[in-house]
């Protein structure tokens, strides 16, 4: 198994499963409208990834009303993930924004920051052993990480960015302090278009947290 893969697997896996299957969480929790407020707090002072963008900011860029945002929360260890499905009326275009935080009350386990530094600097590190490999050794490296659907760094962006996915799927996660943000657009067939409209909607988000 491929360093890129594995960390692919552990993001899901860990904390973002309800995701991949947006269907479910679509019609498996309440709905609730976004809220008009730019402050990302839920109950008890709790951040709240449906607070993270407006409906404005979804259907510019992605051309479609938001008919209802459905939320989902989740805890693990030391890190609060909420989540937040943006319904469009083309359900294919809908948006998915998740936002991890580290748990109220706990002090350790495995904060998002911890998270972050052990998957995507991981990363790093491994490709730099790799690099010089005689088989890639021609090929632009933006090139062979299309092909595997490894994570590519995101410069500009938040404190630390990267796109994990491919030419058919993908998502934007960004490093804001003690949290991190994934953001994911459905229904564009171009992967650099998805990026750039993932990098508007995140850097939306951005200014909430």
Known sequence: MNHGYAVRTAICVFYLCAVASPAQQAYGASGQKPGRSHAAIGAGGSLDACQLLTRAEIEAVQGEPV??????VQSNGGMRISECLFHTSN??????????????????GLTPRKFWQRQFRGLDAQRDKTRGASDEIDKPESKREEENGEARRIKGLGEDAYWV???????LYVLYGDKFVRISVGGVGEESVRIEKSKVLARAALKRL
């Open 67 to 72: 008919k209802e945002a459905k939320p989902n």
């Open 91 to 108: 359900f294919a275009k809908s948006v998915s924004v998740a936002l991890a935080a580290p748990s109220l009350g706990k002090a350790s």
């Open 165 to 171: 996915g491919s030419p058919i799927a993908g998502a």
